[in-house]
C-alpha cells in the first residue's frame, strides 16, 4: 500500500466517522421545530407555527423527532485518524519538496535581486553559475554580471567567493576584461615582526593571497623591491628577489626576507613602534613561462608596524615539556630528500599532521660519521607543510635527519613568539638523487 493510498484511507475514515459522531442517535420521540430545536411536545394539534420562533411547522421537515446524543467515542477516533492522515501527507509533501531544485523554477531577474541579500548571495551566484554553463543567461546579462563581480573583485574590502571567479572565467572575457580580472586576481598581505631586539635583523613576510575561481587560473611572479622606514640600514635595499607561485582561491606562496638595520641608529633608538613600507612589483600571467607578456603588472605599495624592544627582551617564551616528544614525532607525515639537477643542493619537503606545539630547528643531515647543516624551519603547530634545502655534499643513499632546537631562527621568524625546546630524529630518509638516461652505445 502506497503513502497516497493509506492517506486517502484515513482522511475518507477519518470524515465519516467525524460526520457520524456529530450526528450522534436519537434519546427520544419528541417533536422538535427543526430551526430552533425547541421541543413541541404539549402543543395543540392545530397549532401551525412554533411557540419560540414562529417558524412555520406545515412546511415539509419543519418538524424532526427526536432529541440526539453525540457519539463521543466515534467523533474522537475520527478526528485521530483525521489528524493521523493529515501528519502522513504533510511528511509525505514536505519529502518530495525536497528533491525540487525551487531556486531553478525562479525566474532570472528574481536570482539577481537575490544576489544582493548576503544571506542567500552565493546560493543565487551559484544558479547563474549553472544558468550560464547551460547557456539560459543571455549575452546582455552575462556582461552585467561579469562587471558586477569584477568591481567586488577590484576592492579588497568585499569578501571574496570562488564561485564568482568561476562566474568570471565561464563568460566569454573580452580581453580587457581578461586584463582586468587578472590585474585584481590577488591581494599582498605585509607581516612584519611585532617585537624586535636591538641588535636582531627586522624579519617580514609577504604572503600572496588569491581572488579567483576554484581551479587555478593564473601565475603571478614577485619582484622584492626597496624596504624604508625609520631605522633601516639601505632605503635602497631590496628585500628579496623574485618568487613565482600558482594563484590559488584564498591563497598562493610567500616570500620572506630579513632587513639589516642601521647598528648605529637602533644603538642611539628609544624602543617604540615603527613604520616599515614596502614596495613589490608583480606581473601575472596565465603560465608559468615568464617569457610570456604579462597580463597585468603593477606595483603593490604595503605598509607594517614593528617594535624595537630593549636587546635583553624576551621574545620568544620557551615550551619545556618532555611529554610532547611523542606527539611532535608522530605529527611528521611526510620527509622527503631529493637532490635537484645542478649540483649539491639538497631539498627537503616535510608535512606536519596535528604538531601539537610550535618548534623552530636547525635541520643537520648525519650521514657518514658527520653532520652538515641543511637548513632552519619554524612551524606554528597544527597542520603544515614545509619545503626549503640547502647545499650538503654526501654520497649515501640514507641519511638521518636531526631536528634541533633553534632560538635564533624563531627570532627570524615574522611569527614566533613561542617554540618547544624539544628535538627529534628521524633516520634512514632515502635520497632521490636526479636519473639519467642510458648511453646509447654506438655501432
Known sequence: MTFATL?????????????????????????????????LTGLPKDAFKCSECGADLLIHNAVRIGHRRRRSASLYSGIILLLLGLTIATAAGWAASQNIDWEHLKPTWYVIRETKDPTIALTAWNELLNRLRSGDLGAERMRELDAVLLAIQADPKQTWSP????????????????QAYARHSVTLSLTTRAKVRKGDPLPITIAVNGRVG????????????????????????????????????????????????????????????????????IEIRQTSDDRTPPLAKWTEHLTGKWELVPADAQTVEIINDPSKQHAVEQSVTTCQLRYFDNGDYLNININFNNLPVPVAWDIYVRADGREQKLSSIYVNGGNSGWGTGGTVKTKANKVDLIFRPSLKAAVESATMTKMWNGGITIKDVPIQRPTTSPTTKKS
Open 7 to 39: 492517506c486517502v484511507i484515513l482522511l475518507i475514515l477519518g470524515t465519516a466517522l467525524i460526520a457520524r459522531g456529530l450526528r450522534g442517535y436519537a434519546i427520544d420521540d419528541h417533536p422538535l421545530c427543526r430551526k430552533c430545536g425547541f421541543d
Open 163 to 178: 564561485v564568482y571567479g568561476d562566474f568570471i572565467e565561464a563568460s566569454a572575457l573580452t580581453p580587457d576584461k581578461l
Open 214 to 281: 576554484s581551479g587555478q587560473q593564473f601565475h603571478a611572479r614577485l619582484y622584492g623591491g626597496p624596504a624604508t622606514g625609520e631605522l633601516i640600514r639601505d632605503p635602497r635595499h631590496n628585500h628579496g628577489g623574485s618568487i613565482g607561485t600558482s594563484v590559488n582561491n584564498g591563497g598562493g606562496g610567500s616570500s620572506g626576507a630579513l632587513l639589516p638595520l642601521d647598528e648605529k641608529a637602533v644603538a642611539a633608538a628609544a624602543p617604540g613602534v615603527r613604520t616599515i613600507n614596502v614596495n613589490e612589483d
